[in-house]
Structure formats: C-alpha cells, structure tokens
C-alpha cells in the first residue's frame, strides 16, 4: 500500500516537474508578447508627449479664438 502511494506520488511530481519545464522552455509566443508591450508603451510615450507639446499651442489658441482664459473647473 505504501508503495503503491510512494510511486504515484513519484509519478505525479515528475509530471508536473515535467509540465513546467516544458512550459519554461516554450518560447513560441514570447517575442509577439513582447512586441506587444512595446507597441504600447511607444503609444503611450507618443501620446503624452504630443499632449505636453501641444497643451501651450491649444491654450494660445483657445485665447486667439475667445478672448478668455481656460480655467480648470475645481472641485468643491
């Protein structure tokens, strides 16, 4: 009975061991992850950029255009 319980739990631990490692060693999908991630953050890093660029421009504007100042709405 012992032995019996010993081996499967050789068994199982081996499997599992196994699955791991294979999961480890499996590299199909990393570079497309990775390429993803990157796109992202490129777009993020763009977007805050223009938005820094272009927030004075827009405010130069927004005075040209109605001859007021935009003020931020403030909480209460």
Do not use: C
Not at 15 to 31: C, H, N
Not at 32 to 39: D, I
Not at 54 to 69: D, K, N
Request: glycine residues 6%; without cysteine.
């Amino acid at each position: 009975m012992w032995s019996k319980l010993n081996h499967l739990s050789i068994a199982a631990y081996t499997r599992a061991a196994s699955l791991v490692q294979d999961l480890k060693d499996d590299e199909r999908g990393l570079s497309g992850v990775v390429v993803a991630v990157l796109l992202i953050l490129i777009a993020v890093l763009a977007i805050a950029a223009l938005w820094t660029a272009l927030g004075g421009w827009l405010q130069e504007q927004w005075t040209v255009i109605t001859g007021q100042t935009f003020e931020k709405p403030t909480l209460k």
